[in-house]
Structure formats: structure tokens, C-alpha cells
């Protein structure tokens, strides 16, 4: 599985962006798609998952209510809308994809390189 991330950027606080992940070589093993985030100095962060095939949707408290996870199966993308940005939404956004329903970054198998996102107040 090959996954390439982009749509990062600078934004306003307030602000919106919409984060795309484009997905190649799927296997039995591309259950769930994931958005992970990781600011300096700190751990990488469950923000969103979606399961490919039901489309069942999770989000980090963090998250919920500004962020909308969607999947485009004939496309073979995942996108994260993102609105309301705060500051301490900044950080580098990765896709990531793996068997099981997790919000623990050791629990998936593949990985995007990453787009920033940027947050200002």
C-alpha cells in the first residue's frame, strides 16, 4: 500500500482546509484509513478513522464537531475536512491504513509522508 497526503497549509485561526490521501496497491489488510497528527516534541495523535468499506467514522474529542472524515472508494482517496482551526491544531497531518479499528499509530502498517498544517492566531 502506497499512501500520498497533501492539501496542508497556512490558515487563520477559524479558518478551514481539506487534507486528501491517495491510496495505491489496496490489499485484504486496508481495512481501516486513517488521520494521525504530530506537532514538535510530541507523540503522534489519533485524529480521525474511517472504515473503507462500511464507512464508519470515528473521531478524537479533540476533533469532533470540526473535523469530518470521507472516503471516495472509486477514487481511492480519504479527505479530512477540517473547519474551526485552532492553533493547537497545528502540526503535521499523516494518513495512515491498517487492519483493525485503533487509535494507536503502532496499529497501522502503512503511512503518507505528511503535509503541515499551520495554524495561526
Known amino acids: 500500500v502506497q499512501l500520498q497526503a497533501s492539501g496542508g497549509g497556512l490558515v487563520q485561526a477559524g479558518g478551514y482546509l481539506r487534507l486528501s490521501c491517495a491510496l495505491s496497491g489496496l490489499t485484504t489488510r486496508t481495512n481501516v484509513m486513517a488521520w494521525f497528527r504530530q506537532a514538535p516534541g510530541k507523540e503522534r495523535e489519533f485524529v480521525s478513522r474511517?472504515?473503507?468499506?462500511?464507512?464508519?467514522?470515528y473521531y478524537a474529542d479533540s476533533v469532533k464537531g470540526r473535523f469530518t472524515i470521507s472516503r471516495d472508494g472509486a477514487e481511492r482517496m480519504v479527505y479530512l475536512q477540517m473547519s474551526g482551526l485552532k492553533p493547537e491544531d497545528t502540526a503535521v497531518y499523516y494518513c495512515?491504513?491498517?487492519?483493525?479499528?485503533?487509535?494507536?499509530?503502532?496499529?497501522?502498517?502503512?503511512w503518507g509522508q505528511g503535509t503541515q498544517v499551520t495554524v495561526s492566531s
Open positions: 495512515g491504513t491498517g487492519p483493525v479499528e485503533a487509535t494507536t499509530p503502532d496499529l497501522f502498517e502503512a
Open positions: 474511517i472504515k473503507w468499506r462500511e464507512g464508519k467514522k
